[in-house]
C-alpha cells in the first residue's frame, strides 16, 4: 500500500502526479505511432516523468518499458541516440538524461556509458571553457548553452556515480567485422540461420549451406531452386524450409512439399511442441503443422507482418513483429492467446533467436528517415523483456548462436560475422574529471550576468551536479557562494501565484509550467524544507495549472505533451517533499 501524509498539499499532489502519468505515458505511445520516430523531447521527457514517478504513484509499466525501448533501440554504434534527422548532440542529450533513472540491465548501461563517451566527443572547448551547444535549438536547449549542458552535465554526473559505486564494472562492447569472418560459397542472398551440433546451416538462393565456424569450411548440403527464407533443424533430424510460397523438408535424400494451402509468404520456421509453426508475412499469421496438415494458429489482431520466431525461455511462442512506429516483440501461448512482449522497438524486428544467458538476439531493418539513415542493428532483450541496441551490420539478415558465439548474416556480401564482445571502454570518465573544472569556469564567469530565469535555474543544477567531483577547497568555496546567488535570483524572481517566467518579471501572466518546473528542480539541490513557501508556492502554481485530461501547456513547445513530460520529472520530487522518502512502489504490470 501506498503512504499518505499529514500534508494537505500531499494527496493533491498525489493525484496530479497519477493524472500527468497516465497523460504522458498514452500519450506518448500514441504519438510514437503518428510520427514513427524518436522526437528529440517527446518520448525522453515523458520517459524521464514515467521514471522519476515510478516510486511515487501508479505507474503503468507497460507504458514506461515502452518509452524506454524508443530510446535504448535507437543507440547508434557511435554512442548518438536517435532515429531520424541529424541532430547529435541535441538528439543525444534529450536521450541520455532519460535514461538516468533507468540504468538497470548491463546492456542500457552500456548504452549510457556510450552515449557520455559520444556526448564528451561533442563539447565544444573555447578560450572560456568547456559547454555544450544544441545543433537543432528546441524547447529549453534553444538558443544558448545552459540547457543543454546542464542535461549532458547531470547525466555525465549520474555515470560518474555509478561507477564510483562499482556499478558499471564488467560492460561490454559489442562489434561486428571486427573480429571473425567467413565468405560463402557461390550461392547468394544467405536470409534464415540455425545452429547445429557441428555448425550453422543458412538458408539461401538455391540451396542450404553449411558452415563450421571453428575450421572455416562451408559445404552444400542440398540444392533448391527458389530463394530461401529460413531453415530449421527438426527433432526428427530432418530440415525445414521456408520461401515465398513453400515450406519443404529434406529428410537426407529427398525433398517433399508440405506448404501450407494459402500460397503466401513464408519467412520464419520454429519447431515447438512438437509441431512446426511459420509465419506468413502477407497474410498476418502463424500457421502450425502437426506433420498430417496445417492450420491456422493465431491471426491479425496485435499480429502485423509477423517475421521471426523463437521459443521463450517461459516455453511461449516470440515473435518479431510491426510496422515502423509499432514494432514489437509478442508472445503466444500454447493456447494460441497473444499478447506483448516487448512493445517500442525503434525499428521494424525481422529475426530473433534464443541465447546464452536467459537473452535474446534480435535483429531489426535498416531505416533511412528525415535525412537520416539508421544501419540494420542487432539488439539484446533480457528475460525481462529490455532491449537495448548493441551493434549494427550492412545487409543485416539472420542471427545465431553457436557454442556460446553469437553470428550474424550479411546477404548482401554473402557473409557470416561473429558478432564479438570485448570490455567496454570507460577511459573517458577520466578525461571528464580531469575537466571538471573547465566546465565550471564559464558558469563562475557569469554569476551576475543574465535575466534569463532558465539560464540561471541550468547553471545552479550544473554546479550542483559537478560539485561531488571538485576536491579543491578555493573552487569548492567559489561555487557553493555561487549556487547561493542563483538561488536568491530565483527565489526572488518567484510571482506570488508561485510561478516562475522566464524573462518577464512584471506580470503572473508570464508565468510558465515548463519554467516553474526547471526552477522547482534546480531550487531541490539547495534542499528547501517541506515548509518553503517556495516550493508550497511552486506546488500550488503547477496544481492549479494541471487540464483535467493531467497535461499541462506552456509556451516552449508546440504539444501538451513536451510541457507535461517536463513538469512531470519536477512534480514526483516535489512529492517526495511532501511525503517523505517511503512511498512504496505501485505497479500496474503489463497482462
Known amino acids: ?105 548491463p546492456e542500457v548501461k552500456s548504452a549510457a556509458v556510450l552515449a557520455g563517451k559520444r556526448l564528451w566527443g561533442l563539447r565544444k572547448v573555447n578560450s ?30 549520474t555515470l560518474l556515480e555509478a561507477e564510483k559505486n562499482q556499478e558499471l564494472s564488467n560492460l561490454s562492447k559489442y562489434s561486428v567485422g571486427l573480429g571473425a569472418e567467413f565468405n560463402l560459397s557461390n550461392g547468394t542472398r544467405p536470409q534464415g540461420m540455425t545452429s547445429t551440433s557441428d555448425g550453422l546451416l543458412l538458408a539461401k538462393n538455391g540451396l542450404v549451406e553449411h558452415l563450421d565456424p571453428e575450421s572455416g569450411k562451408t559445404k552444400i548440403l542440398f540444392a533448391i531452386n527458389q530463394q530461401l527464407y529460413d531453415v530449421e533443424v527438426l527433432s526428427s533430424g530432418e530440415i525445414a524450409v521456408s520461401g515465398n510460397d513453400f515450406v519443404q523438408i529434406f529428410d537426407g535424400e529427398n525433398l517433399r512439399d508440405i506448404s501450407p494451402p494459402s500460397g503466401r509468404t513464408y519467412t520464419a520456421l520454429q519447431e515447438w511442441n512438437g509441431h512446426l509453426f511459420v509465419t506468413d508475412l502477407q497474410s498476418n499469421a502463424i500457421w502450425v503443422y502437426d506433420f498430417v496438415e ?44 497473444v499478447s ?74 554473402n557473409k557470416v560475422y561473429e558478432i564479438e564482445e570485448k570490455p567496454l571502454d570507460k577511459d573517458y570518465f577520466n578525461e571528464v574529471l580531469a575537466s571538471v573544472d573547465l566546465i565550471i569556469a564559464p558558469i563562475l564567469q557569469n554569476v551576475t550576468n543574465s535575466r534569463d530565469t532558465l539560464d540561471v535555474a541550468f547553471r545552479l543544477i550544473t554546479l550542483a551536479e559537478l560539485l561531488p567531483f571538485v576536491e579543491d577547497e578555493t573552487l569548492i568555496a567559489q561555487m557553493t557562494d555561487a549556487i547561493v546567488s542563483f538561488e536568491n535570483f530565483l527565489r526572488d524572481r518567484q510571482f506570488s501565484n508561485g510561478g516562475w517566467g522566464r524573462y518577464d518579471i512584471s506580470t503572473e501572466a508570464s508565468a510558465d509550467p515548463v519554467i516553474t518546473a526547471w526552477v522547482g528542480i534546480a531550487l531541490d539541490y539547495t534542499n528547501p524544507s517541506i515548509d518553503d513557501p517556495m516550493v508550497r508556492g511552486a506546488i500550488t502554481y503547477l496544481l492549479g495549472s ?46
Open 546 to 591: 494541471q487540464a483535467e485530461n493531467g497535461s499541462w501547456s506552456g509556451e516552449y513547445f508546440s504539444t501538451r505533451l513536451g510541457t507535461t513530460g517536463i513538469v512531470m520529472a519536477y512534480m514526483p520530487t516535489a512529492l517526495e517533499r511532501l511525503g517523505g522518502l517511503d512511498i512504496d512502489l505501485n505497479l500496474t504490470l503489463p497482462e
Open 340 to 413: 506483448i512482449f516487448a512493445d517500442g522497438l525503434s525499428f521494424r524486428p525481422f529475426r530473433i533467436e534464443r541465447v546464452k544467458g536467459d537473452r535474446y538476439l534480435l535483429s531489426t531493418e535498416r531505416t533511412a528517415y528525415t535525412g537520416h539513415t539508421t544501419e540494420a542493428g542487432i539488439h539484446l532483450m533480457d528475460r525481462d523483456a529490455n532491449i537495448t541496441r548493441i551493434a549494427e551490420l550492412y545487409s543485416l539478415n539472420g542471427i545465431s548462436e553457436y557454442k556460446d558465439k553469437w553470428y550474424a548474416i550479411s546477404d548482401l556480401q
Open 294 to 337: 496445417w492450420q491456422v494458429f493465431a491471426q491479425d489482431g496485435l499480429i502485423t507482418k509477423p517475421d521471426g520466431l523463437a521459443v521463450s525461455y517461459d516455453g511461449d511462442l516470440l515473435v518479431a513483429n510491426g510496422v515502423s512506429g509499432a514494432s514489437n516483440i509478442l508472445k503466444i501461448n500454447a493456447e494460441g492467446q
Open 128 to 157: 572560456s571553457g568547456i559547454d555544450w551547444f544544441a545543433e537543432h535549438p528546441t524547447g529549453w536547449m534553444a538558443e544558448r548553452p545552459e540547457g543543454v549542458t546542464a542535461a549532458v552535465v547531470m547525466s555525465l554526473a
Open 1 to 105: 500500500s501506498q503512504e499518505s501524509s499529514a500534508d494537505p498539499l500531499f494527496d493533491q499532489v498525489k493525484k496530479a502526479v497519477e493524472f500527468g502519468v497516465k497523460y504522458v505515458g498514452e500519450q506518448g505511445r500514441v504519438w510514437n505511432k503518428q510520427h514513427k520516430c524518436l522526437g528529440c523531447y517527446i518520448q525522453t521527457q515523458a520517459l524521464m516523468g514515467l521514471a522519476a514517478s515510478k516510486n511515487k504513484a501508479d505507474i503503468n509499466l507497460a507504458e514506461l518499458n515502452f518509452l524506454q525501448h524508443t530510446v535504448t533501440t535507437a543507440v547508434q554504434n557511435n554512442g548518438d541516440i536517435k532515429s531520424s534527422h541529424g541532430w547529435n548532440t541535441t538528439q543525444t542529450a534529450f536521450g541520455l538524461w532519460s535514461l538516468r533513472d533507468a540504468l538497470v540491465s
